[in-house]
């Protein structure tokens, strides 16, 4: 099929929106570039940490990496500043009822009880794919789950209990700075 | 030589100290480890963005990395937390008189300017090698310098003038959140 010059992009777009085809980290880069197109946060994802074995210098501005392997992330992968605010959060899909905490490293975990201890809002998001919900579990949320539990993994009930869910919108897709003003009305993650 | 076990590595140590054989990049991350382990403040280095091109997937976990390549920073190197407040910077190193504009990307300047814009503390730290000294530059001194200038680098004499040197020390190293403490009470970075 034939569409016009740059009407074709837009109408696979409007699909893929519909079939709700793009993913979670999709997801949160399309709505973190709107924040700050908008002037309303600055929150990117890290790069993901790679161990350089081999290198071949071509030229100093044209190295070719040949030799390399994924490192175990120290820290979470989103970080940035709304209302001056430290901003702390990992993002997750799950095609599982429950969310299993083999997803997310302990140093994770850690990681983000610091920062809530340090003053910044910390917290998860997690999809669940089966239900096309997803949902914001603050870090204190989160640390109460293991205190209260042994468990492997969360419950899609403990998400519907003590999680906030994230409406999938147009723009900004996933409008998650919504949430973050509860949790700083209600003080919730303060110190 | 022999040393009892142990105290090579120390002596080692206290000789690489003595003759600054620590590149700024080693100072800033053994001082952000001090801060992180005395729960002062919670700042890490942003991995290398890397783009991957080709990956050997001998199983689920072992995964070799066979072509990638460097790609240009989107963001400044270091982010985190101090007192609640989100800290940003950028680090280098020059073996000039002159700290040279070429060293940090334009967007990376942008970034710094928008962080401060936002509420959050920005800033840049340039180690003058030849006079093994590091200064911090704030952004809003960096911004200024270049509404008032149109060259292609920083003279000392400006962060002489315009910086706060940061002394080196044997731990912390490169103490610079006392210098944030200095902003955070003159409010030299708020909004």
């Given at each position: 099929m034939k569409y016009p010059a740059g009407l074709k992009k837009d109408y696979n777009k409007a699909i893929k929106y519909d079939n709700r085809g793009m993913n979670l980290e999709e997801d949160i880069n399309a709505?973190?570039?709107?924040?700050?197109?908008?002037?309303?946060?600055?929150i990117y994802k890290k790069p993901t940490p790679i161990g350089i074995s081999k290198v071949d210098y071509k030229s100093r501005s044209d190295a070719i990496i040949k030799e390399a392997y994924f490192k175990i992330p120290s820290?979470?992968?989103?970080?940035?500043?709304?209302?001056?605010?430290?901003?702390d959060f990992e993002a997750k899909e799950t095609t599982l009822t429950s969310f299993p905490l083999a997803?997310?490293?302990k140093h994770q975990i850690k990681h983000l009880d610091t920062i809530s201890k340090?003053?910044?809002?910390?917290f998860i998001i997690v999809r669940f794919m089966k239900y096309n919900e997803t949902y914001i579990l603050t870090n204190n949320k989160l640390q109460s789950f293991f205190?209260?539990?042994?468990?492997?993994?969360?419950?899609?009930?403990?998400?519907l209990k003590n999680g906030y869910k994230i409406d999938l919108k147009y723009s900004?897709?996933?409008?998650?700075?919504?949430?973050?003003?509860?949790?700083?009305?209600?003080n919730e993650n303060e110190e």
């Open positions: 709505t973190n570039d709107f924040y700050l197109q908008n002037n309303i946060a600055c820290t979470t992968d989103y970080n940035g500043i709304y209302k001056g605010k430290y901003i997803n997310i490293h340090m003053g910044g809002i910390g205190s209260e539990n042994n468990r492997k993994s969360i419950p899609y009930e403990y998400f900004p897709r996933l409008d998650y700075i919504k949430i973050i003003d509860l949790l700083m009305e209600g």
